[in-house]
């Protein structure tokens, strides 16, 4: 049963571009929906952010948060640092994919297809297979977060 004192914030990361602030964001918001309804009925809280690509990137406390990015490397900075640092889970004939580590180590995915339609199916379709999944990591993660006291310098 979930802990019903606190709930976990989870961000979502689109483009900054006007491209991406257009198509993008309000698939974030939709996204934003579909999280807080699977939530709902695997009994957990979330606290969900939609928030910007760099404000992400330049703000270090934000990269310890369970975050989703949506739309690809040519309007979404932090998926084109992730298109490396995140493996790939799923790719489909070169239209969209999925980049999510399979173990979760740590709680982050990057949704994104070759234009806007496609992206809207990545989200889709991480909806339907990972979503749960992702959700049940992220509520249980613990950034490993080294205390500067703790140092041998």
Do not use: H
């Not at 809280?45 to 934000?62: G, K, T």
């Not at 992702?134 to 703790?150: G, K, N, Q, R």
């Amino acid at each position: 049963m979930a802990d019903d004192s606190a709930s976990r914030l989870l961000l979502i990361v689109t483009g900054s571009s006007l491209r991406a602030e257009e198509l993008d964001r309000p698939l974030a918001y939709y996204l934003q929906q579909q999280v807080n309804r699977a939530a709902r009925r695997l009994d957990l809280r979330f606290e969900i952010r939609v928030i910007a690509d760099f404000r992400w990137l330049n703000e270090e406390d934000l990269q310890e948060i369970p975050t989703i990015s949506i739309g690809g490397p040519g309007v979404n900075e932090l998926a084109k640092v992730w298109i490396k640092a995140v493996p790939f889970s799923l790719a489909v004939d070169e239209q969209y994919c999925i980049q999510m580590d399979p173990d979760l180590t740590m709680p982050r995915a990057s949704l994104w297809g070759m234009d806007n339609p496609t992206t809207q199916i990545a989200v889709s379709v991480f909806i339907d297979r990972f979503l749960p999944r992702f959700l049940e990591t992220a509520s249980a993660y613990i950034p490993d977060i080294v205390d500067p006291e703790d140092s041998d310098d």
